[in-house]
């Protein structure tokens, strides 16, 4: 991690490009396409000089679209969009197009092509507003010829702004899609401390899973059904991440210093995925879990948590799933090939919350893939033979379920399903916890411990157990009550 030690500000991507040039294999990597990143407080208001630093035009001349969602964001007093709009108004002619309604806005089709035809003809285009927003502008601006980009960060609930890809919505699934590098990316440090807590707590809990996905994208690479993984990303993360439960201290009352800390670690995240050229480096498990939420609330018309929030507890699923696999392999658990009908069982799992089958095809159709990659791999399940040789080439990418629960009770961040949406029951927990391997074509524990036989109902007791052991230690170290 020397390369990445030496820069203190993570704004200044000239460094970063140079540590990346420097690091292994950088011919391996997508090379950075964020032009400018700006974290500070009144960023939002530099938006127009950035705008004409990329059209290159006399102010008045240049069409922006600017690209929004109906939830008011306030800078204090003022209306931040409405603030923005004017701003931009004064040197370009702008077309405002406001997405969704309250609390209810999706990267889905409706989305996606109401953005579309708003960027098309313009000479920029300026998002304001959440992860959602800016992932709607990315595929927008890149399905009109990349149009050039600036995304004004109003909270530090997601890593989405900074990197160059989108998740959207697809017949009831959640897939990841490659969009755009943004241009610029204005994160307003006022906005984002005065931001609902339950939106920089969620990022808290998005922020974790780099703690977590590394690992699974490790063992896809053991495995052989992924030959993305590459060190440099996981590096640069776990450098700027440092140890978030002492840097988070405070962040549930919306104190400044760790909100800032947190916009600056999501921007590397963000950077982290875009130049690996594979999510999997920050999602695995818990990306698993909080997406078959998801899903379950859009096809039961639920509303949909937030993502961050949901992936912090699942983060500690994970962790405590890798206990347990290394648990049964040191304990001489046979292993027991599972033979079962596993598309019976994709089909079984998701008619849990789609009974027309649309989402079962869907991620049928993902899981085949992924079992077919399984498959021409070779006996996978050699790895448990020797599990110490299999923790040690872990190293520091080994998942500590107490380490990210202690962290989420110092910040006030959710830390058990209890603290996420009141329609998630334990039944459907357990439900998105033992089915998330069927979601998509992504290898994680928990297609080892199936393959192994080990995922039977009692091992993911097992492992709801373990986390809930390691959270209840975590709020007695933290003083925290359930």
């Given at each position: 991690m020397g390369a990445f030690s030496a820069i203190s500000d993570p704004t200044d991507l000239d460094a970063v490009r140079a540590a990346i040039s420097d690091a292994e294999r950088p011919e391996a990597l997508v090379a950075l396409g964020l032009?400018?990143?700006?974290?500070?407080?009144?960023?939002?208001a530099r938006a127009p000089e950035h705008v004409k630093e990329l059209v290159g035009a006399e102010p008045g001349r240049a069409r922006v679209a600017l690209i929004v969602d109906r939830t008011e964001i306030r800078s204090?007093?003022?209306?931040?969009?409405?603030?923005?709009?004017?701003?931009?108004?004064?040197?370009?002619?702008v077309v405002e197009t406001v997405l969704g309604e309250p609390g209810h806005l999706h990267v889905d089709d409706e989305a996606l092509d109401a953005a579309t035809a708003a960027v098309r003809g313009v000479d920029a285009v300026v998002s304001v507003g959440s992860g959602t927003i800016s992932d709607i502008a990315k595929v927008a601006s890149a399905r009109a010829g990349d149009v050039p980009l600036v995304i004004v960060q109003t909270a530090a609930s997601v890593d989405g702004f900074t990197d160059n890809v989108s998740v959207v919505l697809r017949a009831g699934a959640k897939r990841t899609i490659d969009s755009r590098w943004p241009d610029v990316v204005l994160a307003d440090t006022t906005v984002i401390a005065t931001a609902p807590t339950v939106l920089n707590a969620s990022g808290f809990g998005e922020l974790q899973s780099l703690f977590t996905a590394p690992a699974d994208w490790w063992l896809a690479s053991r495995v052989g059904t992924d030959a993305t993984f590459h060190t440099t990303p996981?590096?640069?993360?776990?450098?700027?991440?440092?140890?978030?439960?002492?840097?988070?201290?405070?962040?549930?009352?919306?104190?400044?210093?760790?909100?800032?800390?947190?916009?600056?670690?999501?921007?590397?995240?963000?950077?982290?995925?875009?130049?690996s050229g594979s999510t999997a480096c920050l999602s695995g498990v818990e990306h698993l879990v909080s997406h078959m939420l998801d899903?379950?609330?859009?096809a039961r018309g639920h509303e949909v948590g937030l993502h961050g929030a949901q992936v912090g507890v699942a983060s500690v699923i994970a962790a405590s799933a890798w206990d347990h696999l290394f648990a049964q392999a040191r304990s001489g658990r046979a292993i027991e090939p599972s033979h079962g009908d596993d598309e019976a069982r994709v089909r079984d799992a998701f008619a849990a919350c789609d009974p027309s089958g649309a989402l079962g095809d869907e991620c049928g159709r993902d899981y085949s893939a992924k079992r077919r990659a399984w498959e021409a791999s070779g006996d996978p399940l050699e790895l448990l033979a020797d599990p110490d040789t299999l923790e040690a080439g872990l190293g520091a990418m080994r998942p500590d379920g107490g380490r990210i629960a202690r962290a989420l009770a110092v910040a006030g961040a959710p830390l058990?399903?209890?603290?996420?949406?009141?329609?998630?029951?334990?039944?459907?927990?357990?439900?998105a916890v033992a089915n998330c391997l069927f979601m998509r074509n992504r290898v994680t524990v928990?297609?080892?411990?199936?393959a192994a036989g080990w995922w039977t109902d009692a091992d993911v007791d097992a492992v709801l157990d373990r986390a809930d052991a390691a959270v209840s230690a975590a709020r007695a170290a933290a003083g925290v009550t359930a």
């Open positions: 032009h400018t990143l700006v974290i500070e407080a009144g960023a939002a204090g007093d003022i209306d931040l969009k409405v603030d923005v709009h004017a701003r931009l108004a004064h040197d370009f002619d996981r590096d640069l993360l776990l450098e700027f991440a440092g140890d978030p439960s002492e840097w988070g201290v405070g962040l549930g009352r919306g104190e400044a210093r760790p909100v800032e800390q947190l916009t600056r670690v999501l921007a590397i995240r963000g950077i982290g995925t875009g130049i899903m379950y609330a859009v058990t399903r209890d603290d996420l949406g009141s329609w998630i029951t334990a039944d459907i927990w357990r439900w928990i297609d080892l411990l199936h």
